[in-house]
């Protein structure tokens, strides 16, 4: 009896032994091939978008383990990273190659003449019809076995030992050692049979290598976040049933939602050109709308979003724009071209006309001089309107140098007093001046044009037998200049254009008045230059105070 259980228990020992190792090697062996294409796959894609965007020479830059391998459609050799690409014979036969032309990729196996060596081919066709192929050479399953003949001996000894000695207590000293297997704290277990130590080990590394991950894709989301909500630019993510995936804190700003979103995109906007614009970039087009809310205009960009394989639109990637400034920005450069364009041409025609008249002679002496006051007139508005002009344009250009250096206020504002006092003398307007010397830091033609405009609006829109005070003033840190007149105001609802270009509160007076309309936006730029602020108080009626606001020199 006792023998017939020793060769029983002998040979299942052999024949479990046996299936043992074969199914494992088998399995190894299919589970590396696998994975081996699998990372060929993932290495080719890596490559391919390296390639789209920098292009060939991007090859020369990697640095890699595997062989890669560029080939034309046709089967010609353009790159190959372990070989000379014109000494390589054609390789549109290529199992691989074929299947690449045919369906986008394609892998194949070729074993070597011993078969101890195998080499695994991933090919991929790229956007331009190029092949991306890329390989490596390993162990066959014969070479992986031959390496495990030793450990197969050992594990094969260890287990006719425990079928003869231990074949009562198996079921016992099996199931009771990993019913107590920790697999929540591997280093805790204690390795019973050294059958286990692999196990644990393999169990173990890949805790660590699944920690690693999280850790890492928390770090990117982290990184991620950090981007996206400090970006200006609305950024919403969705899946391809609409739903919302991803957003930062400027698409719930231009979105005008208060709430976290959840749920479908479809919620946040519900008028057609919205729903449209999200089933044709979930259908794989990329689309863009404007918005319109609470009087400001954003734009929508749509881009979808494809799986590994591009083919399959698994959701889309939305930007939101805010373009309000923008479309102002260019509704002022036409309604400034506009305005430049009617206020050259106005002295221009009536110098044109008066010259016209005068070409045909015969007129008396007093009216040729007064077409030649009137052309004089016209021509003196003309260039003063260019140069206004001018001295916006060198404030507006951003790469224009100038020279600074320290002035006194007090002087600047006497001097452009004395340059307006024959105009007030003739509306009888009485011109004052106090205050005290401060001394700023900026450009000295600049700031006198700024004072000039101030006090020449002063005389302007005075009252005959009016006045004006102009006062300088000095804190710890600001020098400040106001010029006080007793005109004719200005009313509420227009005291925050007067700074714009060419805008006029009262057109007809303005244009009985004289002046380009550009005064103020000069003041204005001119403050912007120096980091001056501006304040305007204003009565209809009463007058106007206007006051600049410098720093004081250090």
Known sequence: MSHKIFKSTFWVSIVIFVLTMGVTAALLFSFLESRTLDELREEANILSYGIEAQGQEYLNRINTDRRVTLIRRDGTVLYDNEADPSTMENHSNREEVEEAVKSGSGHSIRKSETMMRETIYFAQKLDDGTILRVAVTQDSIWAILAKLIRPAVILFMATVLLSLFLSNMVTKNILSPLNRLDLDHLDNNDVVYDELAPLLNRLQTQQETIRKQLNSAKQRQEEFNLITENMSEGFLVIDKNTDILSWNPSALRLLGMTDEPSGSVLRLNRTRDFRETIF???????????????????KLIANPAYDDNQEEVIGAVFVILDETESIKRENFRREFTANVSHELKTPLTSISGFAELMMGGGMPEETVMDFSKSIYDEASRLISLVNDIINLSSLDDENMEFDWEMIDLYQIVSEEISHVQAAADKKDVKIRLSGVHGNITGVRRIVSEMIYNLCDNAVKYN??????????????NHVIVSVQDTGIGIPEADQSRIFERFYRVDKSHSKAVGGTGLGLSIVKHGAQLHNAQIKVSSKLDKGTTITLRFRKHA
């Open 280 to 298: 044709k970039v979930l259908s794989g087009k990329k689309e863009e709308l404007t918005l319109q809310r609470e009087n400001r205009t954003y």
């Open 463 to 476: 009252r005959e037998h009016g006045s004006i005070d102009v006062n300088i003033a000095t804190t710890t």
